[in-house]
């Protein structure tokens, strides 16, 4: 009787499948383990379901072992799934070639890295020297080291406390949205954003080569002149570019046409006549001015107008330099150097002039007294070309026959006799014919009219040529004899041998 009340033994392994046993038998133990180390959720069965009593029988006990191997068997294969998880252990190299431990020289005069040389003697250079050129190059594009570049790319705080608020920028950064790339002030360097326009002269182009462009100092008009005797005003959009007016001078292929200080007048020179022309915009009437009193020269060709007013300054022979006043048309001081004067720049606020000789000598003047400040040697120049003066009053460039264009502090020019350049920019392989600055004196602007396309933009700050311009699957540069920037900066525009004005809008700048 015992026996038939006896609570029946569970099934065997061979009564059932023997997966379904084995899960059977972890249950059973988790169960006891359960029972054993929580007694808190033991009572709390027992109150809920009632009194439930769990044995173990002979058989479970003897499978139990069993259960301890599978699971045995399961953390083994957890283990190998980390194992596969792991990154794979570096491999040593089957053999090393003892030429890659030898230090490689990389070739300097490639036009890519010819910016990083400072003189002849580095045509090669190490890759760890080169590396470490142009990290110094970079910083000092940046004005320093950059924050993020600091103690491995994170930002160096006093203490925990900033960095906790460096976190919580960067999460709130994260949440919103919208254009985060903000325009800074300062010009960056190595692309320059800019858009090709219509050519500024597209209106009427000439018929022979351009040899002057210029912007009005005060309206948003360009004035042209070249070689088919004629002087051309447009009005500047960057879209149509307008005519305004067209004047035809007699047999006189223009050498040089300027505004004057106003901008109430153009002045033209060509290239063998004493006599100039003078076209008053305002009264719409040309003057010839054949004779100047007090001026020994057979020609007038070259000349700056003076930023006083109402004066300019010519270039003669054998020296001489002449200002005279277009009010009385008379020459009243003049100066002379040691050679022929091969390019003239005064500076923004008209009390110094600086000239070029053909001796690679570089004067500076007084324009009020006629008195000789400075003279310098431009650094390796054997014959002077080009000359040029920041508005800011900060630089001097100068060119040479060579296409080398020395770049200066007008104060060390100012203090010494032999003044160090701070970049030789040596992308012209022809004489550098043209330098100008734009309105910031961020941009340099070189040329020769020797070769087709040599024109370079160069950013100031870092003494770095932009490297996109000028690029384009069709020319438009070609041999360019002048260039110019408007008032603001917002155009630049040259003149080519192809009787085009090509016109560009540089978008950094905001106005005309």
Same mark, same amino acid.
């Given at each position: ?18 997966? +379904? ?13 359960? %029972? ?14 009632? *009194?439930? *009593? ?7 006990? +003897? ?8 699971? +045995? ?22 053999? $090393? ?25 580095? %045509? ?7 590396? !470490? ?43 919103? $949205? ?6 800074? &002030?300062?010009? %960056? ?17 000439? =018929?022979?080569?351009? $040899? =002057? ?28 570019? !307008? ?16 505004? !004057? ?55 003669? !022979? ?9 009010? $009385? ?9 040691? =050679? ?33 400040? %400075? ?13 040029? #003066?920041?508005? &800011? ?9 060579? /296409? ?54 160069? *950013? ?15 020319? #438009? ?6 260039? &110019?920037?408007?008032?603001?900066? /917002? ?19 905001? =106005?005309?």
């Amino acid at each position: 009787m015992a026996a038939a009340t006896k609570r029946s033994a569970p099934p065997l392994d061979s009564d059932v499948p023997a997966e +379904e046993s084995r899960a059977r038998l972890r249950n059973v133990k988790r169960l006891a383990a359960l %029972s054993e180390q929580e007694p808190a959720v033991q009572q709390l069965e027992e109150f809920v379901f009632g *009194h439930v *009593h769990v044995t173990l029988q002979e058989e479970n006990v +003897e499978a139990l072992p069993q259960v301890e191997e599978e699971e +045995e068997v399961l953390l083994q294969s957890d283990d190998e799934a980390e194992a596969r998880l792991r990154p794979p252990p570096i491999k040593k190299a089957a053999w $090393t070639d003892e030429d890659d431990d030898l230090e490689e020289e990389v070739d300097m005069k490639h036009p890519f890295r010819s910016y990083l040389m400072r003189g002849e003697a580095e %045509s090669s250079m190490s890759k760890e020297k080169l590396r !470490s050129r142009m990290k110094d190059q970079f910083e000092k594009a940046m004005g320093g080291v950059p924050a993020w570049a600091v103690s491995g790319g994170r930002k160096v705080t006093k203490d925990d406390d900033d960095d906790d608020d460096d976190e919580e920028e960067a999460d709130d950064l994260l949440r919103r $949205t919208g254009n985060l790339v903000a325009s800074s &002030d300062e010009l %960056s360097s190595g692309i320059l954003r800019m858009k090709r326009c219509l050519h500024a002269n597209a209106a009427r182009p000439s =018929s022979d080569s351009l $040899t =002057s462009v210029q912007f009005h100092p005060t309206a948003q008009v360009v004035l042209t002149a070249g070689l088919d005797c004629s002087l051309s005003l447009f009005q500047v959009d960057g879209k149509t570019n !307008s005519k305004i007016q067209s004047v035809h001078l007699d047999r006189f292929p223009v050498h040089k046409a300027r505004f !004057s200080r106003q901008g109430d007048a153009v002045i033209a020179t060509s290239l063998k006549n004493k006599m100039f022309y003078m076209y008053d915009m305002m009264e719409g009437c040309v003057t010839p001015v054949q004779h100047v009193r007090g001026l020994q020269e057979a020609r007038v060709k070259d000349f700056c107008v003076c930023p006083e007013g109402g004066a300019l300054l010519l270039t003669g !022979s054998r020296g001489y330099l002449h200002k005279l006043t277009l009010k $009385t048309k008379e020459v009243v001081s003049s100066m002379k150097m040691n =050679s022929e004067v091969t390019d003239v720049a005064l500076s923004a606020d008209g009390s110094k002039v600086f000239a070029h000789s053909e001796d690679g000598e570089v004067y500076i003047w007084d324009a009020r007294s006629s008195r000789c400040l %400075s003279k310098f040697s431009d650094d390796g120049c054997v014959a002077g070309t080009a000359i040029a #003066v920041s508005p &800011d009053g900060r630089y001097v460039a100068c060119g040479s026959r060579a /296409g080398v264009v020395n770049l200066y502090r007008q104060e060390a020019c100012l203090n010494s006799a032999n003044p160090q350049p701070l970049k030789a920019i040596m992308n012209l392989l022809t004489p550098a014919t043209a330098l100008t600055f734009n309105p910031s004196s961020e941009i340099l602007a070189i040329a020769s009219r020797h070769q087709d396309e040599a024109v370079k933009l160069v *950013h100031l700050a870092s003494t770095s040529v932009f490297s996109n311009f000028p690029i384009s699957k069709r020319k #438009v540069v070609y041999r360019t004899s002048c260039m &110019d920037f408007s008032p603001h900066g /917002g155009f630049f525009s040259l003149a080519n041998n192809k009787g085009h004005a090509p016109l560009f809008r540089l978008l950094h700048y905001k =106005s005309f």
